[in-house]
Every structure is written in C-alpha cells, then in structure tokens.
C-alpha cells in the first residue's frame, strides 16, 4: 500500500479544485485532504471542508474568516482558518503536507506553488501562469529541493508520460529529453475556430466562454477562444522539458482526444488520448507513478470515428504568435505577456474592452517589456516587480481603448 498523501489543494474550489477533490473521494486509503484555500466562494469552501475534513482553510481576508464563520453550521469539529497570501505559502511549504495541487488562477498562484516547490513537495501543476512568470526560477526549485514536479495540464501531463523518464522527468532535469524531434502540442482552436473574422469585433464573454469540448474556468476559457492559452502552454513547456521553442509544434485537433505527442528521432510519434476530462492527468499526478481510478469513463474510439488535425491559422489567432514572440524575448517579456494577458481578460469579461483589444494590450506591454534590459529575474521579487509593471501598462493602454 502506498504511503499515504496529505493534501493541500490551493485554489480548490475553481474547476480544477472540484475534479481533483473528486478524484481523491473514490480513495480515501491514499490521500487525506490536509488544507483548502478559496478567494471567493467561501460558501463552497466550507462545504467542502465539512465534506473532505479538510484540517485547514485559507481566506483572503478578514471579511471571508467572517463569511466561513458563519457557514459553518452543525457538530463537526471546525477546520482552523488562516488568512492571506502569506499563509497560502506557508500552508503549502508545511511539514504536515506531502503533496500540493497548484490550481489559482493567474499570477497570483505563483508565490504559493513556489513556496511548494522550494520544501520539496510533490507538487501537481495546474497553475501554468506560474511557470510562464517564473519558469526558470521555479524549475530551479524543484531542482534544489528534490521535489516532485508533475505537470496537470492535459498537453504537459500527456507528453509527460509519452516520454522516457524513469521517474527522473518529475525532478526537472536541465536537459531536453533525448531522442526527441519535437513536441507536438494539440489544441482544440476553442469556440471562435471557424466564425469569421469579421465578427471578432463583437465577439462577447458568453460567446467566448463557450468551450466546444472543455468545461474549464472563466479565465482560461477566455485564454483558450484567444488561443492565448496555447501560448502560455508552449512557454510551459518549455520549462518543463527544457525544450527550445523551435522544437514545440502547434497543432489544432478540435475533438481534443489527443492530449499531445511526442515525436522522436526515429519518426515515432507517441500520443496520449482520452476524454476531455481533467480528472485523467489530476488522478495522474496524484497517483504517480501508480494508475487509479479517476472517474472518467472508456473512450469508444469506434463511436468517435475520426480525429482531424489541421495548422493554426496566425491571422485568426495573433496571441499564439505573440507568445512564441515573448518567448524569444526572454523572460521579462513572457511576465508582461501573462500580465497583460490578465488584466485584458479581465476588462473583458466585465465588459469594458472588445474581444479584440486583448491583442492589442498584450502587444503593447511586450513593446515595453522589449525596450527593458534583457536580464532574467532571479528572485520573486523582481518578477513580481516586472508583473506590476506590465498590469500598470496594461490598464493605461485598456483606458486609451475605451
Ligand atoms: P477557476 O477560476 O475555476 O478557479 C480558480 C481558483 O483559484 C478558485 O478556487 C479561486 O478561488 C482561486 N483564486 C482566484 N484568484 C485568486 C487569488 N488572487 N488568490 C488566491 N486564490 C485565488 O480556474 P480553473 O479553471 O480551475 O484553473 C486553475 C488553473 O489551472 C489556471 O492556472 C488554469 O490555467 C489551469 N488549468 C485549468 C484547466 C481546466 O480545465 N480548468 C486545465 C488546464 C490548466
Ligand atoms: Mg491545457
């Protein structure tokens, strides 16, 4: 029986905080919910301490303490309440805890998953912005601190298990995977692949959340219509297996079967394939490097009958070229992309930009970011330095928009 793993899932009741509680529920011999943070939705955070037994919680403030307070109804014992950023880095960095799931959205998850990441936990990455912000930093972690490093998006955790690792991949080795040609990450083209242009002007958030065959959280459902997302998951691979941007290969697959591939020196081409269900890759990580059940039902090839695979057009999808730009640039320039990127989709979503001003901000913040020195950021404080930076650009730029 394998040891058991106690639980810190930060950011747990966003879309992939649910699916990865939902995955733990069917074995309670295996893992133990240790703590669980939440920055809205104190409500449901408090249902799921009461249901999970969760030891811990972590508010973003005194108002939430107040608002899970007075959720808190019936005869169990109560989960001890922390507050603030601070904590959330503290609680992932704990003795207690073995294994942390980094699913926040946004930069904002970045302090906590790599405080994670320096105490040597295993850690289960959904949260891409952190890599995107802090990839070289963040690998260096895992690196020093012997931790785990299992990737959680569904392209990463796919090609992670296409390759050859022995158990060596999770530790975050400096070198590209040998024998490999390129990665090939596949991505949907998301609700706006075949509408025409001429209708992105008047695109809404409704619209653009629309995901054709994934059920994901606002912002990167957004990030997927935009094909920003796929930008960010070629800087995360980059990270993550030491690839050169030259060797990560775009490709849209709208059935979004094939998580992504692997293409060797030999012309083999390993895929991985299931249902567009995150608990796959989170059941994945959690269980590593052992399988379990994960909720997910068979995939019927047979009733699918065809997989198509077709290049992503750059005009339709000028973000995904930016973020090969950003790439090229350097680190302080994929800090402004991700950046800018979110306080775009954020004006976004509440209305006060067009669909497609999202472009056009995150260019503006990597003309600035381009015209800065181009040394790497070798502390957190520096990256959250160029975050503000970029968000402060952005929010003047989004303000000459409107
Ligand atoms: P979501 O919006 O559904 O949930 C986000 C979670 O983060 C919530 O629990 C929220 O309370 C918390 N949060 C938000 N802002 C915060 C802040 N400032 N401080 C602390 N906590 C905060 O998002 P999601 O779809 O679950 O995505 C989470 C992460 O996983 C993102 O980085 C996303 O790119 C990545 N991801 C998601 C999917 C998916 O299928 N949903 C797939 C691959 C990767
Ligand atoms: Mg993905």
Known sequence: MPALQRICILGSTGSIGTSTLDVIARHPGRFVVHALSAHSRIEALAQQARVHAARIVIVPDAAARQRFLQSWVGPQP???IRVGAQALAETAAEADVTTVMAAIVGAAGLPAALAAAQAGKRVLLANKEALVAAGSLFMQAVRQSG???LPIDS?????????PHNGHRARAPSTPPSGVRRLLLTASGGPLRLIPLDQFEAVTPDQACAHPTWQMGR?????????????LEVIEAHWLFAMPAQQIQVVIHPQSVVHSMVEYEDGSILAQLGQPDMRTPIAYGLAYPERVDSGVGLLELTRLGRLDFE???MLRFPCLQLAFDALQLGQGA???????NEVAVDGFLRGHIRYTEIARIIESCLDDAASLPGTAPESLDEVLELDARARRRAVSTSRLLQ
């Open 311 to 313: 290049p992503p057009d």
């Open 78 to 80: 109560r989960p001890e």
């Open 219 to 231: 912002k990167i459902s957004v990030d997927s219509a935009t094909m920003v997302n796929k930008g």
């Open 155 to 163: 392209e990463h955790n796919a090609i992670f298990q296409c390759l």
């Open 334 to 340: 994929c800090i402004a992309m991700n950046a800018a």
């Open 147 to 149: 931790a785990q490093l």
